[in-house]
């Protein structure tokens, strides 16, 4: 555990379990997977930091991990899932540090870093200050390689940090005003890597290398310039290039195009066990591309390892079909979202007749009331959902258990007086209501067709609306066109997942409440506004949605964590109330296939895109094959 002082100075130093190790990085034992000798390493000894990351783990080295991906693309989740950070949370989601050795944290204000002595990138140069340097200085504020400037959580009032380099190891980053984000930031399921592999990348800047001999490699790769070039070297979300060194427990060793892509493990990974084991335990992971509709079948079948991504809780009958035979189990965690299915009133649809109806929150309240929740849950979860608005789970400590059910039960007389008070009482033949410029009331309802939970819970809530006049078409189509309809103000209602983060602590921020995000379906021109500084999208106008903006801008202004809390609380029950986003039933739940003698994943836990990283903060790495559980570990 760590030291965790909360008030106007936070410190976390180094984990208490380091002070275990039995005399040093010395201790550390050579993985077999190593002691061929045929890469021609330096001992483990001089491989591994002097203070490395020690973890409670008791596992075994060796083997390899096959599992599937839809397409090659999403060979990048790995940097999700195996969650290799420079601060991350564990499994309390509580910040610890990772690649740091510690940091020190002023009020918010002043955030300084400390690196492990002796930590390497994977080709095993230095993991030093200059990496810090170098992205800060030569990426982030260079205009070629980052027109839009430094990324947005790293600036307060618009205004960057100062950026000090200490010395070797340690290094700061100062704000004149609170930025209580940067921290979660750096934990979250996307990494935003705020360093780089400094010594590699040089040679691909013009600061550093010939720039007409990197204008000519740009071109010999039909690209624009040296600065495309670089970006296209630069690659640690995408894992694309098997040449660029990385400090997660595994490197990507081919490139597309390819069917199978194989992992190999980093030698100079900064993690042991207590008993001397550089970790990861496992010395692959192989990802076969596959068609996603087939996941079930081939899992199933017994042609994976571990797979979790693609699988849904309609797979685990199938899944549990070939357990016997094929050697597997299932695994069953909660999936903390929001909801399953939400409905996203688009407040800034351009058609003035529905951009008047959605703002009214009597309408949002009627669709709300109009939905029988407990027949969805029964059809979609099997009746093991939670019924209820889009809101956070029992297990956040924001958690309020009536803001799952205000405004949210079925009523549908209730439902109809609200339309009715609204003036909406005019009917058609079949029965369906008519908008006041005598339109059909047909809600068409866009979403991307990637998730059958979702078509067919929006075909029954059609059955519920019929009963209170409303019809609903279902609109689905590509992702990207849908956004984009989206961000145009084509759209009237879209139909998607709830948060993403339904298990939030206070220090994390709201930022999926207030009107911040483009990508937000209910308010895409508020977001676009606010990403744009006011350059393009619509100002908020509306006084309920201009309070989510500032509370955000309150808990943005502050590291109180009381204040911190009473934020989130009331931008929660503003939701509620609102039903900005009209939630169904939250609680699927995420089957993971697991190999039998595959140890180390918890038997049940929470699974999640934030603040989990799916499976990232219950460590993949210390993941390893049980030979005496039945099965040789593979090589």
């Known amino acids: 555990m760590m030291t965790w002082l909360r008030g106007k100075r936070l410190v976390l130093a180094l984990a208490c379990g380091l002070l275990a190790l039995p005399a040093g990085a010395q201790d550390v034992k050579e993985t077999p997977f190593f002691k061929d000798g045929a890469r021609k390493l330096p001992p483990v000894a001089e491989r591994v930091p002097s203070t490395p990351l020690v973890v409670e783990a008791a ?8 599992t599937l991906v839809p397409r090659a693309r999403d060979i990048r ?24 050795e510690s940091f020190d944290n002023q009020d918010d204000r002043v955030y300084t870093f400390r690196l492990r002595a002796g ?11 200059e990496d810090f340097r170098y992205y800060w200085e030569d990426i982030a504020l260079n205009k070629e390689l980052s027109p839009a400037g430094p990324p947005e959580f790293m600036l307060v009032d618009g205004k960057p940090p100062r950026f000090e380099v200490l010395d070797e190891r340690t290094i700061r980053y100062s704000w004149d005003k609170p930025n209580p984000r940067f921290l979660p930031q750096l934990a979250g399921p996307l990494d935003p890597a705020i360093y780089r592999a400094s010594k590699y990348l040089k040679q691909f800047h013009a600061k550093y290398a010939d720039p007409t001999s990197l204008e000519e490699k740009a071109k010999q790769q039909k690209l624009k310039s040296w600065a495309a070039l670089h970006n296209r070297v630069d690659d640690m979300k995408e894992q694309t ?20 892509f194989v992992f190999e493990r980093n030698p100079y990974y900064h993690r042991v066990d207590r008993q001397g084991h550089q970790l990861p335990y496992v010395d692959r992971v192989v990802m076969d591309v596959s068609a996603g509709g087939l996941f079930a079948a081939k899992a199933n079948a017994g042609e994976t390892d571990l797979l979790f991504r693609g699988l849904s809780m309609g797979d685990i009958p199938v899944l549990k079909e070939g357990e016997k035979m094929q050697g597997y189990k299932t695994l069953i965690w909660p999936y903390a979202r929001g909801t399953e299915l939400a409905l996203y009133p688009n407040l800034n649809t351009v058609d003035p007749v529905w951009r008047q109806l959605n703002r009214d929150v009597r309408f949002r309240r009627a669709l709300s009331l109009g939905i029988d929740r407990k027949t969805l ?18 297990e956040s400590p924001l958690f309020s258990p009536e803001l799952r059910t ?26 369906f209501r008519l908008l006041p410029d005598g339109r059909e009331l047909e809600i068409i309802v866009e979403t991307d067709g990637e998730s059958s939970l979702v078509v067919d819970g929006l075909t029954l809530i059609g059955e519920f609306w019929r009963e209170i006049g409303v019809r609903l078409f279902v609109k689905p189509q590509d992702r990207t066109v849908l956004r984009n309809r989206s961000f145009a103000g084509l ?28 990508d937000n379906y209910a308010w895409p021109k508020w977001g676009q506004h606010v990403e744009t500084k006011g350059m393009n999208g619509e100002a908020i106008d509306v006084p309920e949605a201009k309070r989510l903006s500032d509370l955000y801008a309150t808990w943005m202004s502050t590291g109180d964590e009381a204040v911190q ?71």
């Not at 849950?377 to 029992?394: H, I, Q, W, Y």
């Open 565 to 635: 809390t009473q934020v989130w609380r009331e931008m929660l029950l503003n939701h509620a109330e609102n039903q900005w986003v009209i939630g169904t039933v939250a609680g699927a739940l995420q089957p993971i296939v697991v190999r039998n003698g595959l140890q180390g994943l918890p038997v049940k836990a929470l699974y999640s895109w934030e603040p989990t990283a799916m499976l990232g903060i219950y460590r993949v790495d210390e993941i390893y094959w049980n030979k005496a559980a039945g099965k040789e570990a593979r090589r």
């Open 77 to 100: 989740y790995i940097s999700t899932y195996s969650y290799t950070r420079l601060v991350g949370y564990d499994r309390h989601l509580q910040l610890q540090p990772d690649l740091l």
């Open 241 to 260: 290039n098997p040449d660029l060194p990385t400090l997660m427990p595994w490197r990507v060793t081919n490139a597309a195009p390819a069917n199978r």
């Open 377 to 394: 849950n029964n059809a979609l979860l099997f009746g093991l959902g939670t019924e209820g608005n889009n809101t956070v789970v029992s």
């Open 491 to 518: 759209t009237v209602m879209v139909a998607a997942p709830g948060f993403d983060n339904a298990v939030p602590t206070p220090i994390m921020p709201p930022t999926e409440l207030a009107p911040m995000r483009q």
């Open 119 to 129: 930590h390497r990138w994977s080709d095993g140069t230095p993991f030093t200050a």
């Open 406 to 431: 205000l405004n949210a039960v079925y009523d549908p007389a209730q439902a109809s007086r609200l339309l009715d008070e609204i003036g909406l009482t005019k009917r058609n033949g079949a029965g």
């Open 59 to 66: 596992g075994q080295p060796g083997g390899e991990i096959v």
